[in-house]
T-cell receptor
């Protein structure tokens, strides 16, 4: 399968714990995006990378959120000191570059539940 | 927060009926897209539009990007049960922003 892959699919954690999610994009895509989605809402943009460069991170929800893409391939999203309000679906997407190549293809998401 | 206003929020239709949904924004976008999302899955791309006023079809789906590049609509003809899901409009200029979705229910 050559789609966007996210792991884990589900994560249950206790408040205050740190969590890390992984995303493997479509191999030929050099852009990678992270979104958060809460119930009844559309995906909310968090950050994106072009290759290993993080081009936009001002919309990360707080300084507890950080993302990396060290080699320009897979990416990780970490949430430190989780809070109950962090419970949501975290979606990763990837795309190519260029006017008609910027369509985002999404993974199946990681559903986070903070108890 | 959301920059795209999508309507209606939900629709309940009979199988075979046509569906129309739309989306407006105060922002101008380079690309306009429609996605469908099933429960527990990520959104799946349905249609992408790039030019102001562009009208395009994909099977039973027809979509148009507004002439001002701030709005668009999606029509589904002759709905079938597998059309059930949440439909999102999205606009892209740099990052991509999404509407809150239209939840479609199709009664057989």
């Amino acid at each position: 399968d050559t789609g966007v892959s996210q792991n884990p699919r589900h994560k249950i954690t206790k408040r205050g714990q740190n969590v890390t999610f992984r995303c493997d994009p479509i191999s030929e895509h050099n852009r990678l995006y992270w979104y958060r989605q809460t119930l009844g809402q559309g995906p909310e943009f968090l950050t994106y990378f072009q290759n290993e460069a993080q081009l936009e991170k001002s919309r990360l929800l707080s300084d507890r959120f950080s993302a990396e893409r060290p080699k320009g391939s897979f990416s990780t999203l970490e949430i430190q000191r989780t809070e109950q309000g962090d419970s949501a679906m975290y979606l990763c997407a990837s795309s190519g570059v260029g006017a008609t190549n910027e369509k985002l293809f999404f993974g199946s998401g990681t559903q986070l539940s903070v108890l | 927060g959301q920059q795209l206003n999508q309507s209606p929020q939900s629709m309940f239709i009979q199988e075979g009926e046509d569906v129309s949904m739309n989306c407006t924004s105060s922002s101008i976008f380079n690309t306009w897209l429609w996605y469908k999302q099933d429960p527990g899955e990520g959104p799946v791309l349905l249609i992408a539009l790039y030019k102001a006023g562009e009208l395009t079809s994909n099977g039973r789906l027809t979509a148009q990007f507004g002439i001002t590049r701030k709005d668009g609509f999606l029509n589904i003809s002759a709905s079938i049960p597998s059309d059930v899901g949440i439909y999102f409009c999205a606009g892209q200029k740099g990052d991509m922003r999404f509407g809150a979705g239209t939840r479609l229910t199709v009664k057989p």
